[in-house]
């Protein structure tokens, strides 16, 4: 499953989006984190990465409603700017 984890202290979250198993823990042991989102700063920071999000949905990951809304949000074009 890919879902948030939430970090960061009390009243100021901050949220890693990771792959992890459905029965662990909100913030169980993670098999990796693929992303990280700020919903504190204006407009929200989002940092995704999308190939290692591709790679684990193909693998049979299912995502969570709210890191589908955020991939649906975050611009396409990080990839390219990036390479």
Known sequence: MIRLARIGARKQ???RVVVIDKERARNGRSVEVVGLYNPRTSPATIDLKRDRIDYWVSKGAQ???????L???APAATAE???
């Open 63 to 69: 995502l969570s409603d709210t890191v589908r809304r």
């Open 13 to 15: 979250p901050y949220y």
């Open 81 to 83: 700017t990036a390479a």
């Open 71 to 73: 991939l649906s949000k």
